[in-house]
């Protein structure tokens, strides 16, 4: 068994994951202010590679967490990501109420703003989660998993590996999918949850007695990668590389700093977009250059990004997850009925 990554680092991860679609995002509006479709730097895809790696860490974390109580597993998973999800809507109204004309709207009918795959977004809001469909369906399905099973270690690993195959499957027959708007049945073999297994099978190298199924999800990931993926998505796979790198390396806690930024690398995630549009609409006819954009960009949505991530965090940390906890172990720790104990 490999010995176990820092998983502070891991945090630090998070942190550059956010960084990455920031800069994308930044970078790209600020063309846009001046008239550039930047397409050249779009072909870095930046942006991807973060949610590649977020997908990636998503997987490799919840794969420590499959021997928790179902119940547990849901309530935190859900309670992790609908408050802040909810927030940030309330933060992206209020930015564009307060300092544009533009208003987002209900208008555009999606149970998709549920996190739920539908096939079509509200994008009004310039929130991107259309990534956390992806997530909550990962959820969604390993919590199947564990309610289908008690010997979930075996199972679980069994059927994600079964997963991966249709997937690897349905790239190679060719099977269109609109991935940042999938369908009911389109997100179930949508190539984006690769990197959701892979992280999944990274956590089983590190920590599982018998990783050799994980290892040969990963040479089967890797094969599919260089043989099916079109070059479009060369930088994928080498986001899968980076992350299992960086997770694999023993070193030294990295500064403290990194890892905070780690903790609020959802609310940065969730918020800086807002603000970058709306910076945007202000600066588009105004004759700012694109270095002067970029910059304004910069200075205002990263802070304010940042400061919402510490709140979201503070506010997950400190009152929303101890309250889902002692709920939970008051559940456990009520007596049962002479039914359901026999159940």
Not at 102 to 121: D, E, W
Not at 212 to 226: I, S
Request: glycine share 6%.
């Amino acid at each position: 068994m490999t010995d176990r990554p820092t998983l502070e680092n891991i945090q630090a991860l998070r942190w550059i994951a956010a960084a990455l679609v920031f800069i994308q995002h930044s970078v790209y509006f600020a063309g846009m202010t001046v008239g550039d479709q930047m397409l050249s730097f779009r072909g870095l895809n930046l942006g991807g590679i973060g949610v590649y790696i977020f997908f990636i860490i998503s997987g490799f974390v919840i794969a420590l967490q499959t021997n928790k109580n179902p119940a547990h597993f849901l309530m935190h998973r859900v309670f992790r990501i609908y408050p802040g999800y909810l927030v940030a809507i309330i933060f992206s109204t209020t930015v564009f109420f307060l300092f544009s004309a533009y208003r987002p709207t209900f208008s555009i009918p999606s149970l998709s703003m549920l996190l739920i795959p539908t096939g079509s977004l509200n994008s009004s809001f310039q929130i991107p989660y259309w990534t956390l469909i992806y997530e909550m369906f990962f959820y969604a399905l390993v919590l199947l998993l564990m309610i289908v099973h008690r010997n979930r270690s075996k199972f679980i690993d069994a059927s994600i590996f079964i997963w991966m195959l249709g997937i690897i499957t349905s790239m190679y027959v060719g099977t269109k999918i609109d991935m940042p708007k999938p369908g009911p049945s389109e997100i179930l073999v949508s190539p984006l949850n690769l990197y959701f297994i892979c992280g999944f099978f990274l956590s089983r190298i590190f920590f599982s007695k018998n990783p050799g199924l994980a290892y040969l999800a990963l040479f089967l990931m890797a094969a599919a990668g260089c043989f099916i993926l079109s070059m479009r998505y060369q930088a994928t796979i080498s986001a899968m590389g980076i992350a299992a790198i960086v997770m694999a390396v023993k070193s030294k806690p990295l500064p403290n700093l990194l890892n905070k930024l780690g903790d609020y690398s959802y609310g940065i995630y969730l918020a800086h977009l807002p603000v970058i549009y709306c910076i945007h609409l202000a600066l588009k006819d105004s004759g700012t250059s694109f270095a002067g954009a970029l910059a304004l960009m910069t200075v205002a949505a990263l802070p304010a990004a940042i400061l919402f991530g510490r709140i979201e965090h503070g506010l997950y940390k400190g009152r929303i997850r101890p309250a889902v906890d002692r709920l939970f172990e008051k559940k456990i720790s009520a007596p049962m009925s002479p039914s359901l104990e026999k159940q």
